[in-house]
């Protein structure tokens, strides 16, 4: 590439070694103009070859010259030397010999003359790339043979010669133009002295080759030319130029000939007339050579002239070029004669002369310049004018003409003066528009003038402009513009200002302000008040107007004045109320928006530091309570106002202590000791004194005693089941050491002691147990002796209501008085035994018997003395004794009837009910011993009452009464909220029944709304209200109670929800946020922030500079003012704030720019779109795959969770399953002696099936299938009626998952009433106390059954009996009628309480069709610990059924009416059982033969009527809860297909196919599609209508008159 520049611009060529680039294939040239006026030339070269090697030279010419830049281009390959041309040299001058070599490389370039290497001189250089330079060429020494020789290799060179030839250029002698006048002759030679031949020579004149001709003639010799010219003129000045050439160069000499010429007018002078102060020219023109020079002369008067004088050449006369005189204004002296003049030394001088006259335009000779006038008064302006007559004056106001016609408010008048004339304008009155210019025209026929006229018409200014610029809570900044100053300059200002509300004769003023202020401060005003502002304006002609009404209101300032009237009144122990007034309003400086109350304590230990609380104001008197105070401290409170521009000062600390309260701590190192059998010692030591929270008073020591309630009575030795709580009694001492005197003897005591001060009393020690020591046990309660025989008595006693201790033996003393004995005889018997036979007595003769109990203290006292005679037929005598016998519910209980007579009597039993008394009906409720005892296993409240029983024999009866008292556990209490705090709630509450057991005591649970994790609170009996301390602020609890009393914890209360008071902190918005910004630093007020009751823990800050990407963390734990360092300047940001309490977070975000380096603010950020955008886009592309990521992981997780769920329900029905059947071989008859140890439940069905169920429904073990919902229209179908399935179900407790009644939970919560609790979070849907249910289910059928199975496991097999896994749906609808509860198969339901449970037992043993149903109960294990659990809402679960605890009171947990075992033909016809089928996928069909016998129960082998197949019943009954959930396998269930078989239809007296309790309606042609592993059950052929069905969630006691055969052997209950 090659470039120049040049003007004009040029042209480039390229040369390659010297000779011209040719455009072929191989080279290509271009070339265009650039932008700065280069031109740019390129060279493109294609597959080199070694021929174009060489030196390449770029040439640029115009026509100004030209510029060349060279450089060489190697192209590898073999070296030679292209072919050089000769070159001819200009002697004097440098050359260059360049040596053509191409090809590369080469070792080096040498030149050779004359066989001598060069160079050998001073101007002579060989260049590195080969080239020759020889400096000032000389035609003798340089010219010959060069010789370039290039050394290829080592040993080898290619050499190539070139002849340089020397021409020497020709020399001109110097020659010059003599000075020549017009009409001479003129000659010039130009001679040739040296430079080599042929020489050419040639004359041109100002570039223009000279022709001979026209007086010109040209000579041309060998060396030497000569120009003639004949007659020398005007045209033959010039510049003339001989040129000399030959072959070396072309050399020229030039020179310039001048002709003089005598000067000569061109325009001659005339006369003529100047305008005066206009300008004029005098013409007169002349030319000549050398040029002539020009003078004017002047003589003044109009006669002859006498004598010229030159005129002076000022600016305002000047000669012009071409020799006229100009005069610029032409005054009165310039009138006269003026001679113009001219001569250039050649020939004479030439003059002409002409006469000026001077003309008079119109003119103002005099007027004024400016002038004043007052506005309202009048002015005269005057205006003097001359020049040639005539002349007229015109008056303009700015630029208007004034015609005094039309505008009465002017009058001219014009007179003559003389040679002038005087014109008048009269302004009547001026006014402000008059301050302008006027002027005052005067014209005549040469001219018009006029002169302007200044009139300022003065008045007082115009009122300023005023603006605040600022204003501040005690100054505010002014600023104002004074628009017009009555054109006199303002002297002074004056500022009003005063309240809004005030007259104007109540203002401030700031006065004579100078004039050159323009702004001022207004200081010392009040915070928050409205203020009016005005101004006024002063110049010499006196005082504006006022000007325009400011209303300014002064920003607020923190309040001046504390609170007024603070007063401290302690409310409770740990609160105090506050109350005061607002400060005095003209303190407060502003709007009060609320007040921090500042407290700390003053006792000894405390800090000293002030605990701030912050409140809204609400009015001029408020009110705040103190919470959360130690108790019995004093307190220090200080209040402070504030504002939206800060908090005031406080007002004085006014002292407070707390009221009393009871002491928080009991007694300490409590000791109790026996002392005698009715005598205890109590010892204890002082509570530490900062738990006493008061002065104390004293202590009371509270005991009481436990006796027996309940137990033996009637002539009988029970174990003692329960304690009666005696009466609670109190000692109130100041000592620490108290007598318990008068002591039950050798009876068990609660003690407890408490400190008390005036509050109350304080908390209760851990209660201590004492027994009194044993004494002399009193006399038995009661004696009785009958005859036995015709030698023998009975005689029976009652133990000593008071043992006083351990009775050891009894001790029975009988004596005759008539036998002359004196000492009684004495017998003794042990502890246990409460009757004696006496034998060996004589007939006939009267004795005298009593009794009396031994301790180790000794023989107590006797008892009544009863007579008694031995008889030998004795009338029927009952032994035993009436009384009242107390026990808890859920016990069996012996009611004794001990009875002697001859013959022996028989005894009956009877209940007293109303008027009548209603034999008792033997079952497996009750039970009569041989020796008449009547058992009542697991006795209800429905078994309280009075028995009677009546021993008779043919000689007579006897009676005894005994009254029944059954306890339960109490009702629910009622409970309340009654007051809330910050961090406490006041729960009240009404108890309910207790049950016939005094209550002992409360169990308060309370747990965070949104767990689950429940705190248990214990709480006395006698308290009816308790106060939840120390909870979270602002934050929703749960709270519910339940009541004990012996039997233990009763229903558990309507679960409440409470909010302690406070609310998550919020931002208020009237706070300034930002108090400080610079360039770097940005100060946060974060007092701003209101902690809605509740204190701010964190507080977290975010800021980044808007349009990044990261965010800056700042977490702070206060509210103090907060800084942001090394921020951007000029930058805008985002802030992002969360605070948090324990209520909750509040958020806040906020933009802030900092400012620029000059404290400048800078603009707001225009457009939405930043830098950021990209992330935007990033995160919308990103945001839904992470999505779906997230949602494709979370529900992998719940699947896996799902599974493993269903394994360990799996493993557990399993476990369970195999327990039962372990169970199974213990027969029910068998008496239970003591507690049980395990589930006990009679299985007597050869298939078990078993299912779950959870919240949802009823879910099969195994595989994840849904529940099938079912319509009502789907149990419409004719169903089959005689083939049906009876079943017993379980829950298992070792499934439980979480605690709560069996009803359906999903829209309660626990321990609440189901009917009153509708609407709760769904989060509590899963609080079932049973998550699982086995139900265990026997089909029955007469024909053939078709049977889908798979997978089955035997997990154990009794007495013909097969446990299987299977999947199974089941579903059934809700009907609130007695026909669909009594459809039901196994109707689960739920008792919400004991009583109901036990009152359903009993009504349905009353009920017709249930007479000949065996009832099995199954009993749970209630022990102290897990009846809490059960009641209390607590998640102590057990993992297993073996893993809870040892049952210490047995219950019913579920019993169930089921069929009869088949014992006549009426009751065993048409029981078909199907065979249990090995696991695999292919259909069996099993038709009931003679071989079935063998897969028979134990129980049915022995029955009669199995050894008669061929009898059947033509029409057994089918329950109408069977028969509609049968129809279930009619639907259509649509799954993958590798997980279904499709049955084809059969005949329908051949086969059914059932779901669970399910049944196909046989009849039908429809094909069912169903779930591989199913269990069928067989069916019959008959169809009968269907019934609806009813779900478990019926009451337990609606419904209870069932149509009989209608589901005889279908409720089943059970109890939570």
Same mark, same amino acid.
């Given at each position: 590439?090659?470039?120049?520049?040049?003007?004009?611009?040029?042209?480039?060529?390229?040369?390659?070694?010297?000779?011209?680039?040719?455009?072929?294939?191989?080279?290509?040239?271009?070339?265009?103009?650039?932008?700065?006026?280069?031109?740019?030339?390129?060279?493109?070269?294609?597959?080199?070859?070694?021929?174009?090697?060489?030196?390449?030279?770029?040439?640029?010419?115009?026509?100004?010259?030209?510029?060349?830049?060279?450089?060489?281009?190697?192209?590898?390959?073999?070296?030679?030397?292209?072919?050089?041309?000769?070159?001819?040299?200009?002697?004097?001058?440098?050359?260059?010999?360049?040596?053509?070599?191409?090809?590369?490389?080469?070792?080096?370039?040498?030149?050779?003359?004359?066989?001598?290497?060069?160079?050998?001189?001073?101007?002579?250089?060989?260049?590195?790339?080969?080239?020759?330079?020889?400096?000032?060429?000389?035609?003798?020494?340089?010219?010959?043979?060069?010789?370039?020789?290039?050394?290829?290799?080592?040993?080898?060179?290619?050499?190539?010669?070139?002849?340089?030839?020397?021409?020497?250029?020709?020399?001109?002698?110097?020659?010059?133009?003599?000075?020549?006048?017009?009409?001479?002759?003129?000659?010039?030679?130009?001679?040739?002295?040296?430079?080599?031949?042929?020489?050419?020579?040639?004359?041109?004149?100002?570039?223009?080759?000279?022709?001979?001709?026209?007086?010109?003639?040209?000579?041309?010799?060998?060396?030497?030319? +000569? !120009?003639? #010219?004949?007659? @020398?003129?005007?045209?033959?000045? *010039?510049? &003339?130029? =001989?040129? $000399? /050439? %030959?072959?070396?160069?072309?050399?020229?000499?030039?020179?310039?000939?001048?002709?003089?010429?005598?000067?000569?007018?061109?325009?001659?002078?005339?006369?003529?007339?100047?305008?005066?102060?206009?300008?004029?020219?005098?013409?007169?023109?002349?030319?000549?050579?050398?040029?002539?020079?020009?003078?004017?002369?002047?003589?003044?008067?109009?006669?002859?002239?006498?004598?010229?004088?030159?005129?002076?050449?000022?600016?305002?006369?000047?000669?012009?070029?071409?020799? +006229? !005189?100009? #005069?610029?204004? @032409?005054?009165?002296?310039?009138? *006269?004669? &003026?001679? =113009?003049? $001219? /001569? %250039?030394?050649?020939?004479?001088?030439?003059?002409?002369?002409?006469?000026?006259?001077?003309?008079?335009?119109?003119?103002?000779?005099?007027?004024?310049?400016?002038?004043?006038?007052?506005?309202?008064?009048?002015?005269?302006?005057?205006?003097?004018?001359?020049?040639?007559?005539?002349?007229?004056?015109?008056?303009?106001?700015?630029?208007?003409?004034?015609?005094?016609?039309?505008?009465?408010?002017?009058?001219?008048?014009?007179?003559?003066?003389?040679?002038?004339?005087?014109?008048?304008?009269?302004?009547?009155?001026?006014?402000?528009?008059?301050?302008?210019?006027?002027?005052?025209?005067?014209?005549?026929?040469?001219?018009?003038?006029?002169?302007?006229?200044?009139?300022?018409?003065?008045?007082?200014?115009?009122?300023?402009?005023?603006?605040?610029?600022?204003?501040?809570?005690?100054?505010?900044?002014?600023?104002?513009?004074?628009?017009?100053?009555?054109?006199?300059?303002?002297?002074?200002?004056?500022?009003?200002?005063?309240?809004?509300?005030?007259?104007?004769?109540?203002?401030?003023?700031?006065?004579?302000?100078?004039?050159?202020?323009?702004?001022?401060?207004?200081?010392?005003?009040?915070?928050?008040?409205?203020?009016?502002?005005?101004?006024?304006?002063?110049?010499?002609?006196?005082?504006?107007?006022?000007?325009?009404?400011?209303?300014?209101?002064?920003?607020?300032?923190?309040?001046?004045?504390?609170?007024?009237?603070?007063?401290?009144?302690?409310?409770?122990?740990?609160?105090?109320?506050?109350?005061?007034?607002?400060?005095?309003?003209?303190?407060?400086?502003?709007?009060?928006?609320?007040?921090?109350?500042?407290?700390?304590?003053?006792?000894?230990?405390?800090?000293?530091?002030?605990?701030?609380?912050?409140?809204?104001?609400?009015?001029?008197?408020?009110?705040?309570?103190?919470?959360?105070?130690?108790?019995?401290?004093?307190?220090?409170?200080?209040?402070?106002?504030?504002?939206?521009?800060?908090?005031?000062?406080?007002?004085?600390?006014?002292?407070?202590?707390?009221?009393?309260?009871?002491?928080?701590?009991?007694?300490?190192?409590?000791?109790?000791?026996?002392?005698?059998?009715?005598?205890?010692?109590?010892?204890?030591?002082?509570?530490?004194?900062?738990?006493?929270?008061?002065?104390?008073?004293?202590?009371?020591?509270?005991?009481?005693?436990?006796?027996?309630?309940?137990?033996?009575?009637?002539?009988?030795?029970?174990?003692?089941?329960?304690?009666?709580?005696?009466?609670?009694?109190?000692?109130?001492?100041?000592?620490?050491?108290?007598?318990?005197?008068?002591?039950?003897?050798?009876?068990?005591?609660?003690?407890?002691?408490?400190?008390?001060?005036?509050?109350?009393?304080?908390?209760?020690?851990?209660?201590?147990?004492?027994?009194?020591?044993?004494?002399?046990?009193?006399?038995?309660?009661?004696?009785?002796?009958?005859?036995?025989?015709?030698?023998?008595?009975?005689?029976?006693?009652?133990?000593?209501?008071?043992?006083?201790?351990?009775?050891?033996?009894?001790?029975?003393?009988?004596?005759?008085?008539?036998?002359?004995?004196?000492?009684?005889?004495?017998?003794?018997?042990?502890?246990?035994?409460?009757?004696?036979?006496?034998?060996?007595?004589?007939?006939?003769?009267?004795?005298?018997?009593?009794?009396?109990?031994?301790?180790?203290?000794?023989?107590?006292?006797?008892?009544?003395?009863?007579?008694?005679?031995?008889?030998?037929?004795?009338?029927?005598?009952?032994?035993?004794?009436?009384?009242?016998?107390?026990?808890?519910?859920?016990?069996?209980?012996?009611?004794?009837?001990?009875?002697?007579?001859?013959?022996?009597?028989?005894?009956?039993?009877?209940?007293?009910?109303?008027?009548?008394?209603?034999?008792?009906?033997?079952?497996?409720?009750?039970?009569?011993?041989?020796?008449?005892?009547?058992?009542?296993?697991?006795?209800?409240?429905?078994?309280?009452?009075?028995?009677?029983?009546?021993?008779?024999?043919?000689?007579?009866?006897?009676?005894?009464?005994?009254?029944?008292?059954?306890?339960?556990?109490?009702?629910?209490?009622?409970?309340?909220?009654?007051?809330?705090?910050?961090?406490?709630?006041?729960?009240?509450?009404?108890?309910?029944?207790?049950?016939?057991?005094?209550?002992?005591?409360?169990?308060?649970?309370?747990?965070?709304?949104?767990?689950?994790?429940?705190?248990?609170?214990?709480?006395?009996?006698?308290?009816?209200?308790?106060?939840?301390?120390?909870?979270?602020?602002?934050?929703?609890?749960?709270?519910?109670?339940?009541?004990?009393?012996?039997?233990?914890?009763?229903?558990?209360?309507?679960?409440?929800?409470?909010?302690?008071?406070?609310?998550?902190?919020?931002?208020?918005?009237?706070?300034?946020?930002?108090?400080?910004?610079?360039?770097?630093?940005?100060?946060?007020?974060?007092?701003?922030?209101?902690?809605?009751?509740?204190?701010?823990?964190?507080?977290?800050?975010?800021?980044?500079?808007?349009?990044?990407?990261?965010?800056?963390?700042?977490?702070?734990?206060?509210?103090?003012?907060?800084?942001?360092?090394?921020?951007?300047?000029?930058?805008?940001?985002?802030?992002?704030?969360?605070?948090?309490?324990?209520?909750?977070?509040?958020?806040?975000?906020?933009?802030?720019?900092?400012?620029?380096?000059?404290?400048?603010?800078?603009?707001?950020?225009?457009?939405?779109?930043?830098?950021?955008?990209?992330?935007?886009?990033?995160?919308?592309?990103?945001?839904?795959?992470?999505?779906?990521?997230?949602?494709?992981?979370?529900?992998?997780?719940?699947?896996?969770?799902?599974?493993?769920?269903?394994?360990?329900?799996?493993?557990?029905?399993?476990?369970?399953?195999?327990?039962?059947?372990?169970?199974?071989?213990?027969?029910?008859?068998?008496?239970?002696?003591?507690?049980?140890?395990?589930?006990?439940?009679?299985?007597?069905?050869?298939?078990?099936?078993?299912?779950?169920?959870?919240?949802?429904?009823?879910?099969?073990?195994?595989?994840?299938?849904?529940?099938?919902?079912?319509?009502?229209?789907?149990?419409?179908?004719?169903?089959?009626?005689?083939?049906?399935?009876?079943?017993?179900?379980?829950?298992?407790?070792?499934?439980?998952?979480?605690?709560?009644?069996?009803?359906?939970?999903?829209?309660?919560?626990?321990?609440?009433?189901?009917?009153?609790?509708?609407?709760?979070?769904?989060?509590?849907?899963?609080?079932?106390?049973?998550?699982?249910?086995?139900?265990?289910?026997?089909?029955?059928?007469?024909?053939?059954?078709?049977?889908?199975?798979?997978?089955?496991?035997?997990?154990?097999?009794?007495?013909?009996?097969?446990?299987?896994?299977?999947?199974?749906?089941?579903?059934?609808?809700?009907?609130?009628?007695?026909?669909?509860?009594?459809?039901?198969?196994?109707?689960?339901?739920?008792?919400?309480?004991?009583?109901?449970?036990?009152?359903?037992?009993?009504?349905?043993?009353?009920?017709?069709?249930?007479?000949?149903?065996?009832?099995?109960?199954?009993?749970?294990?209630?022990?102290?610990?897990?009846?809490?659990?059960?009641?209390?809402?607590?998640?102590?679960?057990?993992?297993?059924?073996?893993?809870?605890?040892?049952?210490?009171?047995?219950?019913?947990?579920?019993?169930?009416?089921?069929?009869?075992?088949?014992?006549?033909?009426?009751?065993?016809?048409?029981?078909?059982?199907?065979?249990?089928?090995?696991?695999?996928?292919?259909?069996?069909?099993?038709?009931?033969?003679?071989?079935?016998?063998?897969?028979?129960?134990?129980?049915?082998?022995?029955?009669?009527?199995?050894?008669?197949?061929?009898?059947?019943?033509?029409?057994?009954?089918?329950?109408?809860?069977?028969?509609?959930?049968?129809?279930?396998?009619?639907?259509?269930?649509?799954?993958?297909?590798?997980?279904?078989?499709?049955?084809?239809?059969?005949?329908?007296?051949?086969?059914?196919?059932?779901?669970?309790?399910?049944?196909?309606?046989?009849?039908?042609?429809?094909?069912?599609?169903?779930?591989?592993?199913?269990?069928?059950?067989?069916?019959?052929?008959?169809?009968?209508?269907?019934?609806?069905?009813?779900?478990?969630?019926?009451?337990?006691?609606?419904?209870?008159?069932?149509?009989?055969?209608?589901?005889?052997?279908?409720?089943?209950?059970?109890?939570?």
């Amino acid at each position: 590439m090659c470039a120049a520049k040049a003007a004009p611009p040029p042209s480039l060529s390229w040369t390659l070694d010297d000779e011209p680039i040719a455009r072929d294939g191989t080279h290509r040239t271009n070339q265009y103009a650039m932008s700065d006026g280069s031109t740019v030339s390129h060279m493109n070269m294609t597959s080199p070859q070694i021929r174009d090697g060489g030196v390449y030279r770029c040439t640029a010419r115009n026509s100004a010259g030209s510029a060349e830049y060279q450089a060489r281009i190697n192209v590898r390959g073999p070296p030679s030397i292209r072919g050089m041309r000769n070159i001819t040299a200009v002697a004097g001058r440098d050359s260059f010999i360049n040596c053509r070599v191409i090809g590369y490389p080469y070792y080096s370039i040498k030149w050779y003359k004359d066989s001598l290497l060069l160079p050998d001189n001073h101007r002579q250089v060989v260049y590195e790339n080969g080239t020759l330079k020889l400096m000032d060429v000389q035609k003798g020494m340089d010219e010959g043979e060069y010789v370039c020789s290039v050394l290829i290799q080592p040993q080898l060179s290619i050499s190539q010669s070139v002849h340089v030839t020397v021409k020497v250029p020709p020399l001109i002698q110097p020659f010059d133009f003599p000075p020549a006048s017009i009409g001479q002759l003129l000659y010039i030679p130009c001679v040739v002295s040296s430079g080599d031949m042929p020489i050419s020579i040639t004359w041109r004149k100002d570039g223009q080759v000279i022709v001979s001709g026209a007086g010109v003639t040209i000579e041309t010799k060998e060396f030497m030319s +000569s !120009l003639q #010219i004949s007659s @020398v003129s005007l045209k033959h000045n *010039g510049n &003339y130029t =001989c040129i $000399a /050439s %030959n072959d070396a160069a072309t050399m020229s000499r030039e020179r310039q000939l001048i002709v003089r010429v005598p000067p000569r007018f061109v325009v001659q002078p005339n006369n003529q007339d100047g305008i005066y102060s206009k300008a004029g020219v005098l013409n007169c023109s002349v030319d000549g050579y050398p040029p002539p020079k020009v003078m004017w002369k002047h003589a003044k008067g109009t006669g002859n002239p006498q004598q010229y004088h030159p005129v002076p050449l000022t600016n305002r006369i000047q000669i012009l070029g071409n020799g +006229s !005189l100009l #005069i610029r204004h @032409v005054l009165e002296d310039d009138m *006269g004669y &003026y001679l =113009c003049q $001219a /001569s %250039n030394g050649v020939g004479t001088d030439i003059s002409k002369s002409m006469f000026l006259t001077v003309k008079i335009p119109a003119m103002i000779t005099s007027h004024p310049n400016t002038t004043i006038a007052i506005k309202g008064q009048s002015k005269e302006l005057n205006c003097t004018a001359r020049g040639e007559r005539p002349i007229i004056i015109r008056w303009e106001k700015a630029d208007t003409v004034i015609d005094p016609d039309r505008n009465a408010r002017y009058a001219i008048a014009t007179k003559d003066s003389g040679d002038e004339v005087i014109s008048t304008l009269k302004l009547k009155p001026a006014d402000r528009g008059d301050s302008v210019i006027f002027s005052c025209h005067a014209i005549n026929s040469y001219g018009e003038n006029r002169g302007l006229i200044q009139l300022t018409v003065q008045e007082p200014p115009d009122p300023p402009e005023l603006e605040v610029r600022e204003v501040k809570a005690r100054s505010m900044n002014l600023r104002w513009t004074q628009r017009f100053d009555g054109n006199s300059i303002i002297t002074s200002f004056d500022i009003e200002y005063k309240n809004k509300s005030d007259s104007w004769d109540f203002k401030h003023a700031t006065r004579n302000i100078s004039p050159t202020i323009n702004q001022a401060n207004i200081v010392e005003l009040h915070p928050a008040r409205v203020y009016s502002i005005r101004m006024y304006s002063f110049n010499k002609i006196g005082r504006s107007e006022a000007s325009k009404e400011l209303t300014i209101s002064t920003e607020e300032a923190a309040p001046d004045g504390p609170p007024m009237e603070v007063i401290l009144q302690p409310m409770t122990s740990q609160s105090i109320r506050v109350t005061w007034k607002a400060p005095k309003k003209e303190l407060q400086n502003g709007v009060i928006r609320g007040y921090q109350i500042g407290y700390r304590e003053n006792g000894p230990g405390s800090n000293g530091q002030y605990s701030i609380v912050e409140m809204k104001a609400t009015g001029d008197s408020e009110v705040y309570t103190l919470d959360n105070l130690k108790k019995f401290a004093q307190y220090g409170v200080v209040v402070q106002a504030f504002n939206r521009a800060g908090t005031g000062p406080s007002s004085s600390e006014i002292n407070a202590t707390t009221l009393e309260d009871v002491p928080s701590q009991p007694p300490e190192n409590v000791r109790v000791m026996s002392i005698t059998s009715d005598v205890a010692v109590l010892s204890w030591s002082e509570p530490p004194r900062i738990t006493l929270n008061g002065v104390l008073k004293g202590y009371r020591v509270i005991f009481w005693s436990l006796f027996p309630d309940g137990g033996g009575c009637c002539g009988t030795k029970e174990q003692v089941l329960i304690q009666k709580w005696g009466e609670m009694q109190n000692i109130t001492t100041t000592r620490e050491r108290v007598e318990l005197k008068g002591l039950e003897k050798f009876t068990n005591y609660s003690v407890q002691v408490l400190a008390y001060t005036q509050a109350g009393d304080g908390v209760r020690s851990n209660m201590l147990y004492i027994q009194t020591k044993e004494d002399i046990p009193g006399p038995p309660a009661g004696i009785k002796a009958v005859p036995s025989s015709a030698s023998s008595v009975v005689v029976s006693w009652l133990p000593p209501t008071k043992p006083n201790g351990i009775i050891r033996k009894y001790t029975i003393f009988c004596s005759s008085p008539g036998s002359g004995q004196p000492a009684p005889s004495e017998y003794e018997t042990s502890p246990e035994l409460l009757f004696y036979r006496i034998a060996h007595l004589n007939r006939g003769q009267q004795y005298l018997l009593w009794v009396a109990a031994v301790t180790s203290a000794g023989r107590g006292n006797i008892s009544e003395k009863v007579t008694v005679e031995p008889a030998g037929k004795a009338p029927a005598k009952i032994i035993s004794f009436g009384g009242t016998v107390t026990t808890p519910w859920m016990k069996d209980v012996r009611l004794p009837c001990s009875s002697v007579g001859e013959p022996a009597p028989s005894i009956k039993w009877t209940k007293d009910s109303e008027d009548s008394a209603i034999p008792l009906t033997l079952d497996g409720h009750l039970l009569i011993l041989a020796n008449g005892t009547l058992v009542l296993r697991a006795v209800k409240a429905e078994d309280s009452g009075y028995y009677t029983c009546t021993a008779t024999n043919t000689l007579g009866f006897d009676t005894i009464i005994i009254n029944l008292l059954v306890q339960v556990p109490p009702d629910q209490p009622r409970l309340t909220v009654s007051t809330t705090s910050t961090s406490s709630i006041t729960l009240a509450w009404v108890p309910g029944d207790n049950g016939g057991s005094s209550i002992r005591g409360f169990v308060l649970q309370y747990s965070v709304d949104n767990s689950e994790e429940w705190k248990d609170v214990f709480i006395s009996s006698t308290e009816r209200s308790f106060k939840l301390d120390n909870l979270k602020c602002g934050t929703w609890y749960k709270v519910k109670l339940a009541a004990k009393n012996s039997v233990g914890a009763g229903r558990i209360s309507e679960i409440i929800e409470a909010k302690t008071f406070g609310r998550e902190p919020s931002f208020n918005k009237d706070q300034h946020l930002f108090t400080h910004l610079n360039s770097t630093h940005a100060r946060l007020h974060l007092q701003g922030w209101n902690n809605g009751g509740c204190p701010i823990n964190a507080i977290l800050l975010e800021f980044r500079p808007k349009g990044t990407w990261a965010w800056h963390t700042l977490r702070t734990n206060t509210s103090a003012d907060l800084f942001l360092a090394e921020l951007r300047e000029a930058t805008w940001y985002e802030l992002r704030m969360k605070a948090c309490n324990s209520a909750g977070c509040g958020n806040e975000s906020a933009q802030f720019a900092t400012l620029d380096y000059d404290g400048s603010t800078i603009p707001p950020i225009k457009s939405a779109r930043d830098e950021g955008d990209d992330v935007k886009k990033l995160f919308t592309i990103a945001c839904p795959v992470i999505l779906v990521t997230l949602g494709a992981a979370l529900l992998f997780i719940i699947r896996k969770k799902r599974k493993e769920k269903r394994l360990k329900r799996l493993r557990d029905a399993k476990s369970l399953a195999e327990m039962l059947i372990s169970k199974n071989n213990r027969s029910f008859d068998t008496p239970v002696k003591g507690p049980p140890q395990g589930p006990r439940l009679h299985i007597d069905i050869p298939r078990v099936q078993l299912l779950i169920e959870d919240k949802e429904g009823i879910k099969q073990l195994g595989e994840d299938k849904a529940t099938i919902p079912a319509t009502d229209t789907e149990f419409s179908q004719s169903l089959n009626p005689q083939s049906f399935c009876t079943g017993v179900s379980l829950h298992h407790p070792a499934l439980i998952q979480n605690t709560g009644p069996l009803i359906d939970m999903s829209d309660i919560r626990p321990g609440t009433n189901p009917v009153s609790r509708k609407s709760v979070k769904s989060a509590h849907s899963t609080r079932n106390r049973y998550s699982s249910q086995w139900t265990l289910t026997k089909c029955q059928a007469s024909t053939p059954a078709r049977t889908l199975t798979s997978d089955w496991r035997t997990v154990g097999s009794q007495h013909g009996i097969t446990v299987t896994e299977s999947d199974s749906y089941s579903a059934s609808l809700s009907q609130d009628t007695d026909k669909g509860r009594n459809s039901m198969v196994s109707t689960e339901s739920a008792s919400s309480t004991y009583e109901e449970l036990a009152h359903a037992y009993e009504h349905a043993k009353l009920e017709e069709h249930l007479q000949h149903a065996k009832f099995e109960i199954t009993e749970c294990f209630i022990s102290d610990s897990s009846s809490d659990q059960m009641t209390t809402g607590t998640n102590e679960n057990a993992d297993s059924m073996t893993s809870m605890s040892t049952p210490s009171e047995p219950g019913i947990c579920r019993f169930t009416a089921s069929p009869p075992k088949p014992q006549d033909y009426d009751r065993g016809k048409n029981v078909a059982v199907p065979i249990p089928h090995r696991a695999n996928k292919t259909e069996y069909t099993h038709t009931v033969n003679k071989s079935d016998y063998c897969n028979l129960p134990l129980y049915m082998k022995t029955d009669p009527f199995f050894r008669k197949p061929d009898l059947q019943d033509p029409s057994p009954v089918v329950p109408p809860r069977e028969a509609s959930i049968r129809s279930l396998a009619a639907r259509a269930y649509h799954t993958q297909a590798a997980r279904h078989m499709t049955l084809e239809p059969v005949s329908a007296s051949k086969q059914a196919l059932s779901l669970a309790h399910a049944m196909v309606p046989s009849g039908t042609n429809a094909t069912a599609t169903l779930p591989q592993r199913t269990l069928t059950m067989p069916s019959s052929s008959n169809p009968t209508p269907a019934t609806k069905t009813a779900t478990s969630r019926d009451s337990l006691l609606e419904g209870r008159s069932q149509k009989q055969g209608a589901g005889a052997y279908s409720k089943s209950y059970t109890l939570v």
